[in-house]
């Protein structure tokens, strides 16, 4: 699911609200911080749920997360416990002088956030102070436009491979997904049409209890209804409900309509959606390198 991110406030924009969430004297957590400025400021279900690109967080949890983090090194919050703060005394004091906003550029008055901030300078990029993505959010988005040029590139050079190069792949792909038994029995399933396409029978699962219908075709024009409906056509004929349609092109709003509203379970997958698969289930692509990010095992501090 994906909204206008710019509809959810910038990290930078969410402090003041979060410290004015403080401002009671009270300890509040993490979450409950979340929920209350979701209603405060209005935010739409699609808002609230709106991912990342790796889908691992929610954007607005990671940007109020973020605000945290910012006002706790600058010394207006402090942590209590796992997940839980309480304002200051400076963090009351900034109420009280009633700031239009809270910024980086404001944060630098105060020693601490000064010496977080160059700490950071000196490990990451920097960030100025128009700057609306968090440091998680610019690693993400770096990651995923790396992720869709490499999409790009498969899908060329899959159009360029020759019919049998992409029964082979097509084969590889449904068996790392965990169709077809073993790669012999799903090869074995798999015949081509004769139309720059492959049809085929495989195994839904490695006992083989239940059967899927496949048809790819390595096209460039668009995929109709006329040709899902087809499809739908023989897996009658093969008395199945269950098929999956493969294209290198797109699918047409009118394929898509027509899958929703027969019985039969046809999934459409097209030529982004083939690439994306490539890259999650390693066909076609090689590791280059590999980042991991930690985060403090607060439960290792627990007993201090």
Known sequence: MNCDCMAVPDFQTLMLPVLQYYGDKLEHTKQETINTLAVKLKLTKEEINDLLP???QYRYDNRVGWAITYLVKSGLLNRTSRGRYVITNRGLDVIKEKPEKINMKYLEKFPEY?????????IEPK???SEISTPQEQLESSYLELRTQLS???????MKSSPTFFEKLVVKLLVE???GGSRID?????GRSGDDGIDGIIKEDKLGLDVVNIQA???EKSVGRPEIQAFA????GQRSKKGVFITTSKFTPDAHEYVKRIEKKIVLIDGEQLTQLMIDHGVGVTEESRYIINKMDEDFFSDE
């Open 152 to 158: 790009h590139d498969l899908l060329n050079r899959v």
């Open 54 to 56: 790796s889908g691992n």
């Open 177 to 179: 997904l965990g169709y």
């Open 127 to 129: 960030i100025d102070d």
């Open 114 to 122: 000064v010496e977080f901030k160059s700490f950071r300078r000196e």
């Open 186 to 190: 799903a090869g074995q399933a798999i």
């Open 233 to 236: 056509g023989s897996l009658e």
């Open 217 to 219: 075709k390595r096209w």
